[in-house]
Antibody, heavy 120, light 108 residues
Framework: EVRLVQSGAEVKKAGESLKISCKASGYRFSGYWIGWVRQMPGKGPEVVGIIWPGDSETTYSPSFQGQVTITADKSINTVYLQWRSLKASDTAIYYC?????????????WGPGTLVTVSS | EIVLTQSPDTLSLSPGERATLSCRASQSVGISYLAWYQQKPGQAPRLLIFGASSRATGIPVRFSGSGSRRDFTLTISGLEPEDVGIYYCQQYGSSPLTFGGGTKVEIK
């Protein structure tokens, strides 16, 4: 069974750094792109960026370029999403999801999400 | 960036009725590069349809997708109480991948 397990909820202050994780199991980790998706309260999902765990090639959506960093550690089947300096507007649920059809496809399955709350 | 506009915002129907959800793209996403997801409160989105009309594994046959290029439709034929939730479309015809704003389905 393909599973994506995400790290727990975080409560941070503006200006702090943060790294959340997504551990994959049940399939060949290096064989699929994985994406991070943001969902702000009451809004639709937005793709933050995607990573190819095989060589850590990464593509960011324009709105997120320079704001976050996506990395992967293929030795432990885990991808990460990190911020150097959080803003209150980063408050959201962040999902990781496996991407089908190379780097442009649909997402399935999804992790349960990590709630990130940033206070100002 | 391709913008996806979903309509209506909310659909309120009785059990057994047919639900028709629309997703319109700001430019062509190709013949079939569109997926649909269902999201229930407190849960992650779940894939329903990919390739505009192919049902994902385990998805009931009452869910069907159609359309191409700019106009796509998700139909739920015979609404069940467990179908309440928000439905999102997502295009993968070009980067960046984008989602629509969602249609909320309620049961009367």
């Amino acid at each position: 069974e393909v599973r994506l397990v995400q790290s727990g909820a975080e409560v941070k202050k503006a200006g702090e750094s943060l790294k959340i994780s997504c551990k994959a199991s049940g399939y060949r980790f290096s064989g699929y792109w994985i994406g991070w998706v943001r969902q702000m309260p009451g809004k639709g999902p937005e793709v933050v960026g995607i990573i190819w765990p095989g060589d850590s090639e990464t593509t960011y959506s324009p709105s997120f370029q320079g704001q976050v960093t996506i990395t992967a550690d293929k030795s432990i089947n885990t991808v990460y999403l990190q911020w150097r300096s959080l803003k209150a507007s980063d408050t959201a649920i962040y999902y990781c999801a496996r991407l089908w059809l190379a780097n442009e496809g649909w997402f399935d399955p999804w992790g349960p999400g990590t709630l990130v709350t940033v206070s100002s | 960036e391709i913008v996806l506009t979903q309509s209506p915002d909310t659909l309120s129907l009785s059990p057994g009725e047919r639900a028709t959800l629309s997703c319109r793209a700001s430019q062509s996403v190709g013949i079939s590069y569109l997926a649909w997801y269902q999201q229930k409160p407190g849960q992650a989105p779940r894939l329903l349809i990919f390739g505009a009309s192919s049902r994902a594994t385990g998805i009931p046959v009452r869910f069907s997708g159609s359309g191409s290029r700019r106009d796509f439709t998700l139909t739920i034929s015979g609404l069940e109480p467990e179908d309440v939730g928000i439905y999102y479309c997502q295009q993968y015809g070009s980067s960046p991948l984008t989602f629509g704003g969602g249609t909320k389905v309620e049961i009367k």
